[in-house]
């Protein structure tokens, strides 16, 4: 396989990936182009790698700068922004799990919190508090789980995953 053959399986499929964690795939993949890029990327060099919209690159770039993944790199006599991507694994891998933790545990851990204050003595009243307390239960323990490993440096993590799997 030739480096442009590998590097466009490498862009779609990151592209297809990103869809699962929740981020679109233009998204995904300006930020697998950047990733293995080895100089720092300008928008017009993204919308053209990828052929896509400068209005879709500009949205994309802003939402990678949001979650942390990108950032801007300004060269000296240039007058355009050129970008870069995070390249350090762990550091991505917690920057995504912060963001997720963000639109979707902690929004459903609210809700949570909020209908779990109903009011009834009936079957019905009390069945629908309990799966919500089991659910309110189960999603706190994911959110502190999350919130240990977006703290942990990334041997121990390696070290735990490890000892888990044998």
């Known amino acids: 396989m030739e480096l442009d053959e590998g590097k466009q399986k490498f862009i779609q499929s990151w592209g297809t990936l990103g869809s699962h964690w929740g981020i679109n795939r233009t998204m995904a993949q300006i930020h697998a182009l950047l990733l293995i890029a080895n100089r720092p990327y300008s ?8 052929n896509i919209s400068m209005g879709n690159t500009n949205m994309n770039i802003r939402a990678l700068i ?3 993944l990108v950032y801007k790199e300004l060269k000296p006599g240039e ?3 050129f970008f870069v991507a995070e390249k350090d694994m762990w550091e991505v891998v917690k920057r995504i799990i912060t963001q997720r933790k963000k639109k979707e545990l902690e929004p459903m ?3 949570l919190e909020d209908v779990s204050k109903v009011q009834g003595e009936d079957a019905d009243t009390e069945e629908f508090k309990k799966v919500v307390q089991d659910i309110k239960l189960f999603s706190s323990k994911a959110d502190s789980a999350l919130d240990n490993l977006i703290k942990a440096d990334s041997n121990w993590f390696i070290g735990t995953f490890m000892s888990m799997i044998k």
């Open 79 to 81: 007058r355009k922004d």
């Open 43 to 50: 928008a017009n060099d993204i919308k053209e790698e990828l």
């Open 109 to 111: 851990l609210r809700v």
């Open 66 to 68: 949001d979650w942390g």
